[in-house]
């Protein structure tokens, strides 16, 4: 049932009644608000009848000769504006744009100004016309906007060209024009100003959030790592959070300052998709073409914010013509991130002389949430995802029924067990069955554990990524996750592989067979190869060697096609980070060969060049004796060690303290780690040989949880045994803080038996001789070397506490 604009059925109270900060926050889960807003929402178009205020109105509209700008100049002339002011970039495009606006209304004014988003000179002088050849102004929309592509700085303003467009500028545009809207106001109540925004500020990750100078931080890719999409949602969210305060600061009767959010449109040149090439660019338009608004209904909802509300729209974010929730971030952090995006912007603007000058209109008379309305909106917002501060009780939309008792216990982490979800609304590749569902959600939500530690790294919701398009779009990705979501708790419930997984594995392999003989640019897309990693990662899993290799060779010969890891990683940030993932595990497992990274690798540390501990105290005790050990060992090897040291520092303030690790990042140092400690070799050297295993051991096991289904990497543990061997009959041994470390990782990453292994005898004598007879003083001497309590503690704990019993030692203080 198709649901028009403005004619939805509410409840007594509606949406309209309540401003957008006093809502409850949007759901974690995108794709239902997506779903609503793109196929169950019909925008109507304007008409002369409801929208009677247009006719002979004075209105500015900003990047209007293109996309939404262009097709609401041409709404509102035809509902009667009688004089338009198009602010653009390039003049000669201006003018072309206004010869067919001409057609539309003959009758009306359409004047053609230059406004440069990327000048603030451009964009004063903008404003400095409006004041001196304007006698009246009714509304402003302001829809110049970027999405771009690549990472660039604007060298007159020293900004990232997003920002300065999205932010910065409309900023200054904005506390330009206030003043002058309201001396200038028609006879249709106050001027109105509304400026595009969008539902991505919702979605966007925010990483750089805690960084201080906040808004220069977006201008080194070094500090807040670049991603196109990324970057357009967080500048849309940084405009929207300074906008809340300005309309704090703004009186309604004035000036009805309000955001809008056009919804995703086709045929608009946003984002420069109509300009793509390649896979990428067919995926995109396919995209747009399937998914997106005609451009007229996306234009229709500017008309809506301007002249479809009233003074109860000041301040607020209208979404499919309805006052809608702000971004999450708002909810959860909004106190502290938008005190510090006002005053930053304020500080940077101050040269156009809107610090003053904002003494004119600003008055802190428009109402604020009450109290118990700001409680009850932080009690809702807990569940967001944006909701950093504590992020274990975070659970999202289709978690929150979940009934504790159905979780099933494993060794140190628990799988969700089912719950109820609506996935009957999306149209998946196939007609969804119950199992086929609850695989789904188990997929996204009961796995991701086994990727990435909760203790350390932030759980992102993986239905808000690329690949929850995939999975509704992509059929040989459908089956794939199917079957390696089946095979997955086949292992962990020690049961053989069911009918399931066997069906949907051979459906899996059959399609994408059809595929690849097929060639066409879906056989390297992102879904594509991510369906050859799940073949690759559950052949490792269940020791097909052979079926492994050749699904990484074919991996890699796509990857290949599409210009290497290194493109891969541009065009898809997260994705490198999985299919490395499955190289290294068969080098650990089967002893294989890298494919990646055999040849060309930097030895220098990796941590420490991205400033990630910057500020930051180091938590284990340092042990100087261990640092001079550590600077006779060879460079290279030596530099791991640090990037060790450093990854530990940051895993025990992450499990400490909100600030997590995101998945990427966790991905990428432990690839950076493990693949260097690969491509080493100490055949003449024992010390350093055994402590490039402890560290591969260590390093393994935080990034494969293998040990969690009591999967071996076996020839790593081999490799590590006869290491140690080696070293136990060498001359020289390293200090025996050291030499305990790598017993106590042989004995929790690899021996089965906690009292009986091979080198139980020698571990013993380690510890008499440093005088340990407790738990606690074993945990005092690892976190010396490098340690992270959360992820070892127990395990090590449950190994050693009866070893010290034997020992007739103290059996330590915990319990």
């Known amino acids: 049932m198709v649901m028009p604009c403005q004619k939805n059925e509410k409840p007594p109270v509606t949406n309209t009644s309540v401003p957008s900060r006093d809502m409850n926050p949007l759901p974690d889960f995108w794709l239902p608000v997506f779903w609503k807003n793109q196929f169950r929402t019909t925008i109507e178009l304007p008409t002369k009848e409801k929208y009677p205020q247009v006719r002979g109105s004075v209105a500015i509209i900003t990047g209007s000769n293109t996309g939404l700008g262009f097709e609401a100049s041409k709404q509102l002339l035809s509902l009667g504006l009688g004089h338009l002011i198009m602010g653009v970039r390039s003049l000669e495009k201006g003018m072309a744009a206004a010869q067919k606006l001409k057609a539309v209304a003959p009758r009306a004014i359409i004047d053609i100004w230059r406004l440069d988003m990327q000048s603030y000179d451009s964009v004063q002088e903008f404003a400095k016309k409006c004041a001196n050849e304007l006698s009246r102004i009714d509304f402003v929309i302001l829809n110049a906007g970027l999405s771009p592509s690549v990472f660039e700085i604007v060298p007159a303003t020293g900004h990232e060209v997003g920002m300065q467009v999205n932010h910065f500028s409309t900023a200054l545009l904005t506390l330009l024009l206030i003043p002058i809207?309201?001396?200038?106001?028609?006879?249709?109540?106050?001027?109105?100003?509304?400026?595009?925004?969008?539902?991505?500020?919702?979605?966007?990750?925010?990483?750089?959030?805690?960084?201080?100078?906040?808004?220069?931080?977006?201008?080194?890719?070094?500090?807040?790592?670049?991603?196109?999409?990324?970057?357009?949602?967080?500048?849309?969210?940084?405009?929207?959070?300074?906008?809340?305060?300005?309309?704090?600061?703004?009186?309604?009767?004035?000036?009805?300052?309000?955001?809008?959010?056009?919804?995703?449109?086709?045929?608009?040149?946003?984002?420069?998709?109509?300009?793509?090439?390649?896979?990428?660019?067919?995926?995109?338009?396919?995209?747009?073409?399937?998914?997106?608004?005609?451009?007229?209904?996306?234009?229709?909802?500017?008309?809506?914010?301007?002249?479809?509300?009233?003074?109860?729209?000041?301040?607020?974010?209208?979404?499919?013509?309805?006052?809608?929730?702000?971004?999450?971030?708002?909810?959860?952090?909004?106190?502290?991130?938008?005190?510090?995006?006002?005053?930053?912007?304020?500080?940077?603007?101050?040269?156009?002389?809107?610090?003053?000058?904002?003494?004119?209109?600003?008055?802190?008379?428009?109402?604020?949430?009450?109290?118990?309305?700001?409680?009850?909106?932080?009690?809702?917002?807990?569940?967001?995802?944006?909701?950093?501060?504590?992020?274990?009780?975070?659970?999202?939309?289709?978690?929150?029924?979940?009934?504790?008792?159905?979780?099933?216990?494993?060794?140190?982490?628990?799988?969700?067990?089912r719950v109820g979800s609506n996935l009957s609304l999306l149209d998946f590749p196939e007609p969804l069955k119950p199992y086929m569902e609850n695989d789904i959600f188990r997929c996204f939500h009961g796995m991701r554990g086994a990727l990435y530690p909760s203790e350390i790294c932030l759980q992102v919701d993986e239905t808000k990524s690329s690949w929850t398009t995939n999975l509704l779009v992509d059929q040989v990705y459908f089956h794939s996750v199917i079957f390696s979501t089946e095979a997955y708790f086949d292992m962990i419930l020690g049961r053989k592989q069911g009918c399931l997984s066997q069906f949907h594995f051979s459906k899996t392999l059959r399609l994408l067979q059809e595929r690849l003989s097929n060639p066409d640019s879906k056989a390297i897309s992102d879904a594509t190869i991510m369906v050859v990693v799940t073949l690759g990662l559950v052949a490792e899993l269940i020791g097909d060697r052979a079926a492994a290799e050749s699904h990484v060779a074919g991996m890699a010969r796509i990857i290949d096609l599409r210009g290497g890891l290194e493109m891969l990683r541009y065009d898809n940030p997260r994705l490198p980070a999985k299919v490395c993932r499955v190289d290294l595990g068969l080098a650990l497992r089967f002893g294989c060969r890298p494919v990646f990274f055999n040849n060309d690798i930097s030895w220098n540390p990796y941590i420490s060049s991205?400033?990630?501990?910057?500020?930051?105290?180091?938590?284990?005790?340092?042990?100087?004796?261990?640092?001079?050990?550590?600077?006779?060992?060879?460079?290279?090897?030596?530099?791991?060690?640090?990037?060790?040291?450093?990854?530990?520092?940051?895993?025990?303030?992450?499990?400490?303290?909100?600030?997590?690790?995101?998945?990427?990042?966790?991905?990428?140092?432990?690839?950076?780690?493990?693949?260097?400690?690969?491509?080493?070799?100490?055949?003449?050297?024992?010390?350093?040989?055994?402590?490039?295993?402890?560290?591969?051991?260590?390093?393994?096991?935080?990034?494969?949880?293998?040990?969690?289904?009591?999967?071996?990497?076996?020839?790593?543990?081999?490799?590590?045994?006869?290491?140690?061997?080696?070293?136990?009959?060498?001359?020289?041994?390293?200090?025996?803080?050291?030499?305990?470390?790598?017993?106590?990782?042989?004995?929790?990453?690899?021996?089965?038996?906690?009292?009986?292994?091979?080198?139980?005898?020698?571990?013993?004598?380690?510890?008499?001789?440093?005088?340990?007879?407790?738990?606690?003083?074993?945990?005092?001497?690892?976190?010396?070397?490098?340690?992270?309590?959360?992820?070892?503690?127990?395990?090590?704990?449950?190994?050693?506490?009866?070893?010290?019993?034997?020992?007739?030692?103290?059996?330590?203080?915990?319990?």
């Open 610 to 815: 991205q400033g990630l501990i910057r500020g930051m105290k180091k938590a284990n005790k340092r042990n100087n004796d261990i640092a001079v050990f550590i600077k006779t060992l060879d460079p290279r090897l030596s530099n791991v060690w640090r990037d060790l040291e450093e990854f530990s520092t940051l895993s025990n303030l992450a499990s400490q303290t909100g600030r997590k690790l995101q998945p990427n990042t966790f991905s990428e140092i432990m690839i950076s780690i493990l693949y260097r400690l690969l491509a080493l070799s100490y055949p003449e050297s024992p010390v350093e040989n055994a402590l490039r295993l402890g560290m591969m051991a260590y390093t393994a096991s935080v990034f494969f949880r293998w040990r969690d289904m009591k999967q071996r990497q076996a020839f790593l543990d081999d490799s590590f045994r006869e290491a140690l061997s080696e070293l136990r009959k060498a001359e020289l041994r390293p200090l025996d803080a050291v030499l305990l470390w790598l017993l106590v990782l042989w004995k929790i990453t690899v021996s089965d038996d906690s009292r009986h292994d091979v080198f139980s005898e020698w571990t013993f004598e380690v510890l008499h001789g440093l005088e340990i007879k407790s738990w606690d003083g074993v945990r005092d001497v690892l976190k010396t070397v490098v340690w992270i309590d959360c992820l070892f503690d127990a395990s090590s704990r449950r190994v050693f506490e009866p070893m010290l019993k034997m020992t007739g030692g103290l059996t330590g203080a915990h319990t």
């Open 181 to 417: 809207l309201k001396a200038k106001a028609g006879d249709h109540g106050p001027p109105r100003i509304t400026t595009v925004n969008s539902l991505t500020a919702h979605l966007c990750k925010f990483p750089n959030r805690d960084e201080r100078p906040l808004l220069a931080s977006f201008d080194d890719p070094d500090i807040t790592p670049w991603s196109s999409q990324e970057r357009y949602g967080v500048s849309k969210l940084i405009n929207q959070l300074f906008l809340t305060k300005l309309c704090e600061k703004v009186k309604p009767d004035d000036v009805i300052v309000n955001m809008v959010d056009p919804g995703l449109t086709k045929g608009t040149n946003l984002g420069g998709h109509h300009e793509a090439t390649g896979v990428a660019g067919m995926l995109s338009r396919s995209f747009f073409s399937i998914a997106g608004r005609p451009v007229d209904r996306g234009a229709a909802s500017y008309t809506n914010a301007v002249y479809g509300h009233g003074k109860e729209s000041h301040g607020c974010f209208l979404m499919s013509c309805e006052i809608a929730p702000l971004a999450g971030w708002f909810y959860t952090q909004g106190e502290t991130l938008v005190e510090q995006v006002w005053k930053e912007t304020i500080e940077e603007l101050k040269f156009a002389g809107v610090e003053a000058q904002t003494l004119t209109f600003v008055v802190a008379t428009s109402p604020k949430s009450s109290r118990d309305n700001q409680k009850l909106v932080r009690g809702h917002a807990a569940r967001s995802n944006q909701s950093r501060d504590n992020k274990k009780n975070i659970k999202s939309w289709i978690l929150k029924k979940k009934d504790t008792s159905t979780a099933l216990q494993v060794p140190d982490g628990s799988i969700p067990g």
